[in-house]
């Protein structure tokens, strides 16, 4: 230890330099403290090669989206060259579903703790108030670590856990400052192509050599140009990709910043529907259920006009997260929680979305054609064992609910609570019978702990 050293930083009034030294949860959370427990596990003896090729097996009936990615095959060899991203994906997806009956439950109950904070830690948007239930959460973990651990196992990562609070609330969330982006960068500039000379010049020459590029005015008519130029001429992983990435990236959060009162859950600048997009005619059925909905949506007013033909699509961007209710040889349809008519949660899947007039009579008089985006869902059926693995997991029926009400068989993308992930699975019941059942995963952008 070489203690503390004196830094010329000290002499600046307003630096403080305990509290000007952040923690990155990306190393203190997920490349720390998961994977040492996963380690403490194994010494321990509670995690045998056998156990590991469970989790592989079970891991390997999960199929999630393109934007979350497949645990590599990596599990049954003691989870070796996990990257960050594949830990906070086994932290925050998978582990709660394939650890359980693995390991003893009070191990799963600490783990769960754990689990629970990072989902909070993680999100894109976190309150005060659930910043604070993260930090209970992570004390929990780490006084049962102790006890069922030994102190010789903690680390001084869980110390830091403690201090993460401060970080958040001085800092914002965790994606403002944690490394992931940091690591980013760094993989793009390893991407430049160097004569191993002067480095550090030929990456800042390409650097500023690709800014004064997209500053660049270009004439009228060569938009197609500059496309190609920005998008497929240049190298893969550069700077100049990350650049236009955070040019639209900010451009789409602008547009998307407003008054909460004002958006209109109809139909919002978040929900963008994704080709092809079909015209076609609704069956009679549909549209009395149609109609159903939309009375209990407008009960105040009159339903004037409901038209027999719409648009269909099979693909939607809500939030930055695609929906899809296309079934496919590689592709699943969208499992959503969704708020039931009770104001509850409830799983469904997507079968359809579609992009509908409706006209109404307002408080004046005068009629007002509403387009609305809705999806038609078939919901899950209740199952006795539904908390059976800890929250956010839950388990579900095996087929769908029979008995719904007409109204909510089309639900507005507005009502969309979190994107998840079913899994066909078999848990034991009564006189050691295994039945089949739906395990539902919420994923992590939007995540109910």
């Not at 054609?369 to 809705?374: P, W, Y």
């Not at 068989?409 to 079913?422: A, E, I």
């Amino acid at each position: 230890m070489t203690g503390a050293r004196y830094s010329v930083l000290f002499q600046l009034p307003y630096y403080d330099a305990v509290r000007f030294a952040l923690i990155d949860p990306m190393h203190n959370l997920l490349l720390g403290t998961a994977k040492h427990v996963l380690k403490t596990w194994i010494e321990m003896g509670l995690l045998s090669d056998s156990d590991l090729q469970r989790l592989q097996k079970r891991v390997n009936l999960v199929k999630p989206p393109s934007e979350i990615g497949c645990i590599p095959s990596k599990i049954s060899e003691g989870f070796k060259g996990f990257t960050a991203d594949q830990w906070k994906n086994w932290v925050c997806i998978y582990s709660l579903f394939a650890l359980k009956g693995v390991i003893p439950n009070e191990h799963y109950g600490m783990w769960t703790a754990f689990v629970h904070a990072c989902q909070l830690l993680c999100r894109k948007v976190i309150t005060k108030e659930e910043c604070n239930e993260a930090d209970q959460k992570l004390m929990r973990f780490c006084i049962m670590f102790e006890a069922l651990c030994g102190k010789e196992k903690c680390t001084p990562n869980m110390h830091l856990h403690g201090h993460l609070q401060e970080c958040l609330l001085d800092y914002g969330p965790v994606f403002s400052f944690w490394c992931f982006s940091f690591e980013r960068y760094n993989g793009m500039l390893g991407d430049y192509h160097t004569n191993n000379i002067n480095i550090g010049v030929q990456i800042m020459r390409k650097f500023l050599r690709e800014k004064e590029l997209m500053r660049t005015p270009f004439p009228e008519g060569m938009e197609e140009f500059q496309q190609l130029l920005y998008c497929e001429n240049k190298q893969k992983g550069t700077l100049l990709e990350a650049s236009v990435g955070l040019q639209l990236f900010s451009n789409m959060i602008e547009s998307e910043i407003g008054n909460p009162a004002d958006v209109d859950l109809s139909k919002s600048e978040t929900q963008v529907p994704l080709p092809p997009i079909k015209r076609d005619a609704i069956e009679s059925a549909d549209v009395r259920k149609l109609q159903k909905t939309y009375e209990r949506m407008y009960a105040a007013r009159r339903i004037l006009h409901i038209p027999s033909f719409c648009d269909k699509f099979k693909h939607l961007l809500y939030k930055g997260c695609r929906y899809t209710s296309d079934f496919t040889a590689h592709q699943q349809a969208s499992t959503v929680f969704l708020q039931w008519l009770d104001d509850s949660s409830r799983p469904a899947v997507i079968r359809e979305f579609l992009q509908h007039d409706v006209v109404v009579e307002m408080n004046c008089g005068k009629s007002q054609r509403v387009t609305h985006i809705l999806a038609l869902v078939e919901w899950y059926a209740r199952h006795p064992q539904c908390n059976r693995y800890s929250k956010p997991v839950e388990v579900w029926a095996n087929y769908f609910e029979s008995l719904v009400p007409e109204h909510a068989h089309y639900v507005l993308v507005g009502r969309f609570q979190s994107n998840c992930v079913s899994v066909r699975y078999q848990v034991p019941v009564l006189n050691h019978q295994y039945e089949k059942v739906n395990v539902i995963i919420p994923l992590l952008n939007s995540v109910r702990v």
